[in-house]
């Protein structure tokens, strides 16, 4: 079905009029100042509006321009912009900033080509400065842009640079400017990234819906026959995902239960509203050591009991296992180690593995047992981007790969592959070199389960546009009657 795109840039614009303005467009109206706009846009990558313009107006206070910015260090500038996401790179980048806006006159440069060469500014920044500052045709494809298209059909392309470039050939010219700001203020308010709200969408009719699993209707009772929605999530920093809006995430995921991992934190660190998000109930289990590790999870289903640890003192101290009983099964949190640099912990990682597969088993003699979290392994070759390069690398040694075998040979399903044999299918990504734009990463998280339970998965899933982690979570369906 080809959609007609005028019109239903039409209806976004009126579903989105009363919405607020993306935060670089409402900078740009307020100042019309291309050094603004461009510093704003590098704050605001993955980072909430809200954060960004409290960022961008204290930064702005202190360094209205380039020459003030020069003044500042990279440590008060740090400090200023804190805690939009990546703060200490992106103090790194505009530290740099107005010595290499010399070669272009002092003055932020109105091209893609030119733009790009400064520290910080990819092309999708590039492309909304361009737009959004100098007001030229220029497409930026932000990941709500990328993805909404998709889910129209008007593209067919896996990475946002392919949908720029499908953009540009196809997108009538008129549209290009305003489309970024039209569908992220829609992506952020109704055709949202998890769960979109379709019951109050009025493109709801003609919309193709492609992949889209609409939210459940607000107050509407679960049937009896649909299945259970847990999520697993290493969230690398609960606190810093919490300022990236971790509550609104759940919320919209809309989960059962949801397991994390990498929470980083002891509950005497959290706040009241983390560890209380309304109609849940959370458990922790935290290393002794802060800041590091640490497994939790949120349900609205009550456990007849909780299980912290292994019962083995030398990986419980580390805060990775944890595991809620119910009537008919046993779901298990964990955070596989890391073997590391140099593989220094690979045999602590292969004792932790062993320990963890007799626990599985030993419970599965009574219940039904479901695993989730990060196993910190790419099974075979398949999971991750660049196979051949990472044999000695840790997530993907012979070792590490052979307890995955064994786990499955002990009876375990890794849940994903029951649905799915495609490629190019991960859930972690580098922070580095734009891995994740570029698709570059590794299936690291997984459900398993035993296998009486794998009788009752309805499906499987990752949920790979939820961001704010360099992990996204992945998805079990389960019908546990
Ligand atoms: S109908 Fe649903 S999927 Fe389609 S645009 Fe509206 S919210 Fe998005």
Redesign the pocket.
């Known amino acids: 079905m080809n959609i007609d795109i005028d019109s ?1 840039l039409e209806t ?1 614009a009126s579903e989105v009029k009363d919405k607020d303005v993306p935060v670089v467009d409402l900078i740009a109206v307020q100042t019309r100042d291309p050094f603004k706009v461009l510093v704003a846009t590098i704050l605001s990558a993955r980072t909430k509006d809200e954060t960004t313009a409290r960022a961008s107006k204290k930064l702005f206070k202190r360094a209205p321009d380039r020459k003030a910015l020069r003044l500042l260090t990279e440590d008060q500038i740090a400090k200023l912009i804190y805690p939009v996401g990546f703060y200490k790179n992106k103090a790194a980048y505009l530290t740099k900033l107005p010595a290499a806006l010399e070669q272009f006159g002092e003055e932020v440069p109105d091209t893609i080509e030119e733009l790009i060469t400064l520290p910080g500014v990819g092309r999708k920044t590039a492309n909304l400065v361009v737009s959004v500052a100098f007001g030229k045709p220029a497409i930026c494809v932000d990941t709500h842009v990328h993805r ?1 298209l998709n ?2 059909n008007y593209v067919e392309t896996d990475t946002p640079l392919k949908t720029e470039m499908a953009l540009r050939e196809k997108l009538p010219e008129r549209h290009w400017i305003a489309i970024n700001s039209l569908l992220v203020a ?1 992506g952020q308010s ?3 990234p998890v769960s ?3 019951d109050i ?4 009719d003609k ?3 492609n992949g ?1 699993k ?1 939210r459940k209707i607000p107050g509407s009772k679960r049937n009896i026959d649909q299945p259970l929605r847990f999520i697993s999530w290493n969230v690398n920093g609960i606190r810093a995902l919490e300022k990236k809006g971790f509550r609104d995430i759940v919320v919209d995921l809309d989960p059962d239960i949801i397991g994390i991992q990498e929470t980083k934190a002891q509950p005497d660190q959290l706040s009241e509203e983390l560890k209380n998000i309304p109609g849940y109930t959370s458990y922790w289990h935290s290393a002794k050591k802060k800041g590091y590790s640490g497994v939790a999870f949120y349900t609205r289903l009550k456990p007849v009991a909780i299980h912290t640890g292994l019962g083995n003192e030398e990986f419980d101290s580390e805060g990775r296992v944890l595991t809620l009983e119910f009537k008919t099964y046993y779901l298990i949190n964990i955070y596989f180690p890391n073997s590391g640099d140099k593989l220094k912990r690979l045999d602590f990682k292969l004792r932790f593995n062993d320990t963890l597969l007799a626990f599985a088993l030993k419970l599965g003699e009574k219940k039904d047992v479901i695993l989730c979290g990060d196993f910190n392994v790419a099974h075979k070759e398949i999971d991750l981007k660049n196979p051949k390069n990472n044999i000695k690398h840790a997530g993907f040694t012979p070792e590490e790969r052979h307890w995955m075998d064994s786990f499955i040979e002990a009876g375990f399903t890794d849940t994903f592959r029951i649905y799915n044999q495609e490629p190019e299918q991960y859930s972690w990504w580098s922070y580095r070199f734009n891995a994740r734009a570029k698709n570059i990463g590794w299936r690291i998280d997984y459900f398993c389960v035993d296998e009486s339970a794998r009788k009752k998965v309805a499906d499987a899933a990752i949920l790979q546009e939820v961001t704010g982690s360099d992990h996204c979570p992945v998805q079990l369906e389960y019908l546990p009657r």
């Open positions: 239903f976004v909404i889910i129209w829609f109704i055709c949202r979109p709200h379709c969408c009025n493109l709801a919309c193709p819906r889209v609409p």
